[in-house]
């Protein structure tokens, strides 16, 4: 009696993002035409209609216990692009820790032509105009390379609030992209340079920019980013996120989260007794104020600067283009 030969174990199915091919030929027999698909070692056409797969797009599948992250996506989408491509724009951004307005696409460029695939957006560039470089195998643009491809895509506070957000994500510095900008050609040149002029360091959040930005198109003083008090010792007490230290006057933009965290809550408290003990002034800046109220804000901040002693110019109007708030919405002090 002869002992069964053991049963090979099947291949693991993928882990990364893969691509199932179609290819079509002729039947020599019928003549008519016969479409095959072309599967990775491990899947099979059962398993990828049953099995433990999802489809990122047409054509392009990951496993369920893949994490779909922004890279995942970008790597399915590169499958389903020109060999040259790379990973661009607000996916480029997302990776890099940038802050853009979510679309929902992945964002690619390349020189040839563009593929046309559901949820990927694609971009056609010079050949040799787009500095990339490589992430866990993914070719993506670098950020400063991202920062100025966004130029002509977002308007100057979605870009101010991308260049603070990348800096804060040690991808860049103030100055590289001031220098990037200063030597672009491209579409939205304009709008970049005065964007990157305006790129700040120790930002520690994007409602931050944009309340920042609401100042200074207001044409108020730019305040002071992240002001730090020190203990005697020199170690920091408090920071505060945008301030005017010789007048004493903090404008701080308070989150949901300094009302649910206890150890949050516990540390405003302490500041706050510090502050009336040194006869600082604090002005709160929340979402509505920036979304709903901008010109009603303004107005208390100008309040606020006066009530300190600061001298206060007549207020720009270019606040108002990028920051319409809603009808009433008024910013001159009666």
């Not at 797969?53 to 054509?59: A, E, W």
């Not at 305040?223 to 996120?241: A, E, L, M, Q, Y």
């Not at 002005?283 to 920036?290: A, C």
Request: hydrophobic fraction near 35%.
């Amino acid at each position: 009696m002869t002992r069964a030969e053991p049963r090979p174990t099947p291949p693991e199915p993928p882990r990364a993002p893969f691509r199932v091919t179609v290819q079509t030929t002729k039947d020599e027999q019928t003549g008519r035409k016969v479409s095959r698909r072309s599967y990775p070692l491990g899947v099979t056409d059962w398993s990828l209609r049953r099995g433990p797969f999802r489809r990122l797009f047409r054509g392009v599948y990951v496993h369920r216990e893949t994490e779909v992250t922004e890279l995942v996506r970008a790597a399915g989408a590169l499958l389903v692009s020109p060999a040259d491509s790379a990973v661009s724009h607000h996916t480029a951004a997302r990776i890099w820790g940038g802050v853009v307005p979510e679309d929902g696409l992945v964002h690619v460029s390349t020189t040839a032509a563009r593929p046309k695939v559901q949820g990927i957006r694609a971009h056609r560039v010079k050949v040799g105009g787009q500095r990339c470089l490589k992430l866990d195998g993914v070719r993506v643009t670098t950020a400063v390379q991202t920062f100025l491809d966004l130029g002509s895509d977002l308007g100057l506070v979605d870009l101010v609030v991308l260049g603070d957000s990348l800096v804060k994500a040690g991808q860049t510095t103030p100055a590289e992209l001031v220098q990037a900008a200063a030597g672009f050609r491209g579409g939205g040149r304009r709008v970049l340079r005065r964007a990157a002029s305006l790129v700040r360091p120790e930002v520690d959040s994007p409602m931050e920019s944009r309340t920042r930005m609401l100042i200074v198109l207001a044409g108020l003083p730019e305040p002071t980013i992240n002001h730090k008090v020190r203990w005697p010792t020199g170690s920091v007490r408090f920071r505060f996120d945008l301030c005017y230290p010789d007048a004493k006057l903090i404008i701080e933009y308070d989150g949901r989260q300094h009302a649910e965290s206890d150890r949050q809550w516990d540390g405003d408290i302490d500041r706050r007794e510090w502050m009336d003990s040194t006869e600082w002034r604090l002005v709160i800046v929340r979402s509505k104020d920036i979304y709903n109220t901008p010109g009603q804000t303004l107005q208390r901040i100008m309040s606020a600067m006066r009530d300190k002693g600061m001298t206060v110019p007549r207020l720009s109007d270019e606040w108002r283009a990028h920051f319409p708030g809603r009808p009433g919405d008024v910013a001159e002090p009666a």
